[in-house]
């Protein structure tokens, strides 16, 4: 009989847009190759309550609880006042606690896994097997962001300081609690484990990977049309975008008038229609395939500079033939080397001198692009993190707790 395994996560996973939400995806279809899923979810919206899970979506059962908004915003509001962390005040629902305690009181589990902190404390009351899924570690996302912003005094920068410390606190004091917290990358397990001071043999590095299916290696590309792919609608990836196309992307143009930025992925109408005013700047929004609109495309950019974990853009780079320059805290989470695999640049001058050495170097594009395909095959494809997290949950649940 296979054994049983429920899965909390603070939004409902489909469609499978967005960092989170592949993560969870691939973790879970990992798990589902020997255990039974059942998943239970926050939303937080009609189109959450209505959306079905997909053929490929690797539960046998789904339940949802909606959370106001209204109610997340007062609970937010609370939390400042109270000094506590905001992103779990604003997940923070009586109605989702119930639903999973009564699910647990009727099923027999034996793993729990929690998607983010924001649902580590509905897991309280089951005592067997629990793995805490952070993904990225959250406070050196915050602290980039301060950076960022400029000014150390300015209220934004306040509020990253401020839910950088308090997640940072809540993070550690709900993963005690947990038999497993794990991390897609080394740099992010390191630094919770100097903060929590939870031991090494209770974190494990399991890599954010993808599906290769849908992905063919282009080689031989040509033109002169730059791409970045991602969720516009996120603080990382809209400064990223800003920031390209107002500090790299006229050093980029004053050297080839001809070429094009192309920007794929979810975006607010303001924002879109404040690039597309820029000269040479196409925004598509969400596409189907993301391999059909990149066929024209010669460079994949990653200039992220506020970021934590691995960059699934640079993966699918990788993956579909695009030489990719990426700063260095877009590479951070990667096992790659500058000037082999990618391009690595942290100033708008070095940034587009990359673009453009590799705009005239047809070569090298080669090169990287097919010693790049090469990695994500071996280290970052499905195949190759399924096998790796599954000997992690075998050898978790065969130790006595």
């Known amino acids: 009989?296979?054994?049983?395994?429920?899965?909390?996560?603070?939004?409902?996973?489909?469609?499978?847009?967005?960092?989170?939400?592949m993560r969870i995806h691939q973790l879970?279809?990992?798990?589902?190759?020997?255990?039974?899923?059942?998943?239970?979810?926050?939303c937080q919206s009609k189109a959450e309550l209505e959306q079905t899970l997909p053929i490929d979506a690797p539960f046998i059962e789904a339940h949802k609880v909606f959370l106001p908004k209204w109610q997340s915003y007062i609970q937010t509001?609370?939390?400042?006042?109270?000094?506590?962390?905001?992103?779990?005040a604003y997940y923070r629902s009586n109605q989702f606690s119930k639903k999973v305690d009564a699910i647990l009181s009727v099923n027999k589990f034996d793993l729990v896994v929690c998607h983010l902190a924001r649902v580590a404390p509905y897991a309280k009351s089951f005592l067997g097997v629990k793995i805490l899924e952070l993904s990225d570690y959250l406070p050196l996302t915050y602290s980039r962001a301060m950076l960022v912003n400029g000014n150390r005094n300015s209220l934004k920068s306040l509020a990253y300081r401020f839910e950088g410390q308090?997640?940072?606190?809540?993070?550690?004091?709900?993963?005690?609690?947990?038999?497993?917290?794990?991390?897609?990358?080394?740099?992010?397990?390191?630094?919770?484990?100097?903060?929590?001071?939870?031991?090494?043999?209770?974190?494990?590095?399991?890599?954010?990977?993808?599906?290769?299916?849908?992905?063919p290696c282009l080689t031989n590309r040509s033109g002169k049309i730059i791409v970045f792919i991602g969720n516009i609608k996120t603080l990382q990836n809209r400064d990223a975008v800003s920031y390209f196309s107002?500090?790299?992307?006229?050093?980029?143009?004053?050297?080839?008038?001809?070429?094009?930025?192309?920007?794929?992925?979810?975006?607010?109408?303001?924002?879109?229609?404040?690039?597309s005013s820029l000269p040479r700047i196409i925004v598509t929004g969400r596409v189907q395939l993301i391999s059909e609109e990149t066929r024209d495309c010669t460079i994949g950019v990653c200039p992220v500079r506020v970021a934590a974990g691995i960059q699934v853009k640079i993966l699918d780079y990788m993956a579909l033939g695009l030489p990719t320059v990426a700063t260095?805290?877009?590479?951070?989470?990667?096992?790659?080397?500058?000037?082999?695999?990618?391009?690595?640049?942290?100033?708008?001058?070095?940034?587009?001198?990359c673009v453009i050495s590799l705009l005239s170097n047809s070569t090298e594009r080669e090169s990287i692009s097919r010693y790049a395909r090469g990695i994500v095959e071996c280290s970052y494809s499905y195949q190759a993190t399924d096998s790796k997290f599954q000997a992690i949950i075998d050898k978790l649940l065969l130790t006595p707790h």
């Open 246 to 275: 107002r500090h790299v992307w006229p050093i980029i143009l004053s050297a080839h008038p001809d070429a094009e930025f192309k920007i794929i992925g979810d975006i607010d109408e303001s924002f879109k229609n404040e690039l």
């Open 328 to 353: 260095s805290f877009g590479a951070e989470g990667l096992q790659i080397t500058d000037k082999i695999g990618i391009r690595i640049a942290n100033t708008p001058e070095d940034f587009a001198g």
């Open 1 to 21: 009989m296979r054994k049983k395994v429920l899965v909390l996560t603070p939004r409902f996973p489909y469609p499978g847009f967005g960092g989170d939400r």
């Open 166 to 215: 308090r997640i940072d606190a809540a993070q550690n004091q709900l993963a005690s609690d947990f038999d497993l917290i794990s991390f897609v990358s080394e740099v992010d397990a390191g630094l919770f484990q100097k903060s929590s001071g939870i031991a090494f043999d209770r974190i494990a590095t399991y890599p954010m990977g993808i599906s290769l299916n849908d992905k």
């Open 77 to 88: 509001i609370m939390a400042v006042i109270a000094g506590k962390s905001l992103q779990i």
């Open 28 to 42: 879970c279809s990992a798990l589902a190759k020997k255990y039974d899923l059942v998943l239970v979810s926050i």
